[in-house]
């Protein structure tokens, strides 16, 4: 008998016993080829009943929400408060991505009818998108909604027509294992496919998932390190597939001189609250704050100091995470230049609690020792003489899920230079803001360059679906042969033809 | 000194040198040095600029035409009618992508306004695509024009808006080195920065401008062994970056049994067209076709091998096609149960010429070792007893770029299980023609499942320009940072707005 998974309560660190077994070798072939099986039905049913189910699982995760936020408030210390906003977040992403399979355009439908050109004839020829094939999904231990079980790249997947099969965090076996449940009685409601969701537990069910050839692509949100562990297994497959990992992120945050003399108290208190909330454990959280140097730089730092060292303690969401937070603030605070502005003492109370950190350094100390992401509340400081100390201060930085710059109209010149280097380093570029709290929308882009992700895709957001879609074309086809979007008479969604993008009364906003 | 290269007329077999020395590893790194610092300008430049780069390459390239078909002719053995359709289609395409560069749909671009939701108050973000950076192409022997130098993959990344570095393929450097020149007039006349377009010489310089950090996407067509050498290149680096490779195709056909009755005749000689045209050296060349057992498959397999053996010789490329179709025909030849319908005897005449071929084999002996790709003019017509037997013999086929439906109306019913399979093995399923000929248009795809291609996008069509662009998001940005597509009052390209689809009196057809 194979032991069972344990949880810890990161409040207390108090381990117990789950229950749950991991899943077998055996037992992970099964799920897949239930997935297989239900992926040829799924994509044979209506845009209309795909979104349906995507309103469905919505709604059972709403009546599940106590027990979802309880059993996840355990196993993560994240407050109630804040998973009850995450669980609202993630049924809403699941209604926009319906509203999005409802209106069509995900789906690039285009039409280019036979005709005479300059090279001779053409015939007929029609494409759209269509799913790839049973998904993978990891998610984070971070978001145990929104990038876990019922999270994005469920989402994506699921509305991209494929089924699914999650791998439940290590960190939080219990609220995966509810989760799925809820997502389960959602999709049974609409007589979804028995294998349209599927989920498996452990390390090892997770790389023999990833390696099983019915699985046709991976969404991962986690660490360099285990997406690196997944790579392997997924680069020994026969086919290849793709592994859109979302993966760390430093995110740096400039402030201009005039921003500075303007707002400093604000952007501290700003600040503060953008790399305490979660623990800091949000792959969003500005790692590091560029601030012009002198006696307002000076008086920022003391106001941030004071404003993160008054915040509660951060209790951090695993062993794991705790280890590797002291880790990072070791190195950085051993790093050249590096003063701390925050106490070091350990908050009281047990459990994963620390407290939360502020370091300092100046520009032209900045190596790559000092921009490490460290995963928790912390936040270096760094003092710039001018521009271009700035922009080889930058350089410094690993490229990014965001870049914020706080910049007031005065002083736009000064630094517009800058904004093609940020544009290169990051995927978002947030303006007088703070890059945490991920807006869920058509416009969203959340993913960057490497390290940040390792594809050019975003995993939050309405585009997120592309992900698990592929092109198909069809030529010549008589019209009862194809799908209902790409015959002529079909009015409901945009479709570009014969180069034409044609909307509908339909293609409506949200 | 480096040896310099060599080139070979596959007419005559004649071996001559070139006088082009080998790209060394420093000349790759200034060629690529020049391409980062081109990327900036291009990016910064408008989308009317971007599109009469396009409109002049292609005029630069139908001035310098005599001379690039006569030297292709030369280098490929290709004959010049089917080189200078290949010209003309290369040409369109640049034209083509201009047109969609100045639509700009391809941009994607999408606003979401600040506002409140139940998720409280949301700021204000946009997204549209960015260029990737410099691109590295690699072509094909097969298309020294249309996916060579001025090929897909250049015109795509190039009206994306990044610079390209081409590596010349081996087979045919003259003809990379004549359509290098005439781009650069092209791109000289519209005043493109230098490092527009680079271009190096030999393997070992392929395998340099991968692995250089500059570049930030590869895109390749050629064999699958030529694509395993790069990619071990590429995964090797510190920082990944895509690599979209059109690998190989078998490219299935299948008759039914009313379209064998109906078009048996017409269907052998379009058949026999399309596996002998240009060599038989196309990706989409159907490789297998099968036949309903019986009289008229009989008398079909007579017909096609009539038609292909009074075909003239076929003309290979190079010594390494000859060679690796020589081994794909005895290796063929001596699978289980197959029957040569054509004699085996070498052509008369000099150089790389070989006789088409005509192979049969009874469906229910198919194993892998009858579906390897011939790249060549060879067909293997395979009989089939019933849909089921046709079913359990596809799945012996490799996923392809093409699957081709040979059906009338009255048996559409009996072979339509059947299309789920097809769709789910290719990228474009052709009804009642033929897959080569790939028509260049807005609807077009060409990729496939693995191996056809190892990546869930397209080389040609518009849509292949979006391999090399990436998503960036602008959080509460100034008016005045945001590029102009993304501002309020900017209406000329299709745009989502609020999640509704936007389109403008522009977003016209072609």
Redesign the interface.
């Known amino acids: 008998m194979p032991e069972t998974l344990t949880t810890t309560d990161p409040r207390t660190g108090t381990r117990s016993d789950t229950g749950i077994a991991p899943t077998s070798g055996d037992e992970v072939a099964v799920i897949v080829a239930r997935a297989k099986d239900a992926a040829?039905e799924i994509?044979?049913r209506s845009r209309a009943w795909r979104a349906r189910l995507l309103d469905g699982l919505a709604d059972s995760l709403e009546e599940h929400r106590d027990r979802l936020v309880s059993t996840a408030e355990t196993e993560t210390g994240l407050t109630a408060a804040r998973l009850e906003?995450e669980l609202?977040?993630t049924t809403?992403q699941l209604r926009l991505f319906g509203?999005a399979v409802r209106?069509g355009?995900f789906l690039?439908a285009?039409?280019?009818h036979a005709t005479e050109?300059?090279?001779g004839r053409?015939?007929d020829?029609?494409?759209m998108l269509?799913p790839?094939?049973p998904v993978a999904v990891f998610g984070s231990s971070n978001f145990p909604f929104a990038f876990s079980v019922p999270g994005g790249d469920t989402a994506s997947a699921l509305a991209a027509g494929n089924p699914v099969v999650v791998k439940a965090h290590s960190a939080h076996p219990l609220t995966s294992k509810v989760s799925y449940e809820a997502l389960r009685a959602g999709a049974e409601r609409v007589d979804a496919p028995e294998g349209t969701l599927g989920i498996v537990f452990g390390q090892q069910a997770g790389v023999t998932l990833v390696e099983h050839a019915a699985i046709a692509a991976v969404g991962f949100t986690g660490s360099l390190g285990a997406a690196q562990h997944l790579r392997a297994a997924i680069?020994g497959r026969p086919?290849?597939i793709?592994f859109y990992g979302e993966l760390q992120s430093v995110n740096p945050l400039v402030i201009t001189e005039a921003a500075l003399r303007a707002r400093g108290a604000e952007i501290a208190v700003g600040l503060s609250s953008s790399i305490t909330a979660s623990g800091g454990q949000l792959c969003t959280k500005p790692g590091i704050a560029f601030v012009p140097a002198g006696d307002a730089a000076d008086q920022f730092a003391r106001r941030l100091g004071d404003a993160v060292g008054a915040s509660d303690p951060g209790v951090l969401l695993n062993e794991r995470v705790l280890a590797s937070f002291g880790e990072s603030v070791a190195s950085l605070e051993a790093a050249p230049g590096v003063i701390a502005l925050t106490g070091a003492t350990t908050p009281d109370g047990t459990g994963f609690s620390v407290a939360p950190r502020v370091l300092r350094v100046q520009a032209r100390d900045l190596t790559t020792a000092h921009t490490i992401e460290a995963f928790g509340p912390l936040v270096l400081v760094v003092d710039y003489h001018d521009v271009d100390e700035l922009a080889v201060a930058l350089a410094q930085v690993p490229h990014s899920l965001t870049a914020t710059l706080h910049v007031e109209?005065t002083d736009?010149g000064r630094i517009?230079e800058l904004?093609?280097v940020l544009?290169?380093a990051s995927?978002?570029?947030?303006?007088?803001?703070y890059?945490t709290g991920v807006?869920?929308?058509?416009?969203?882009?959340h993913?960057g360059?490497?390290?940040a992700t390792?594809?050019?895709?975003?995993s939050v957001?309405v585009?997120a679906i592309r992900r698990f879609?592929?092109?198909?074309?069809?030529?010549?086809?008589?019209e009862?042969?194809l799908p209902e979007e790409l015959r002529d008479d079909f009015a409901e969604i945009?479709r570009?033809?014969?180069?034409?993008?044609?909307?509908t009364s339909r293609?409506?906003?949200?």
């Open positions: 040829q994509a044979s906003g609202s977040r809403f509203e209106e355009g690039e285009a039409i280019d050109t300059p090279l053409q015939p020829v029609r494409r269509v790839v094939g680069e086919r290849p793709p109209d736009l517009v904004l093609p544009q290169e995927g978002r570029i947030v303006f007088n803001g890059p807006r869920v929308s058509w416009a969203q882009h993913g360059p490497w390290p390792n594809t050019v895709h975003t957001g585009t879609l592929r092109p198909l074309a069809w030529q010549n086809a008589p009862t042969l945009p570009r033809v014969d180069g034409a993008l044609i909307t293609s409506g906003g949200s």
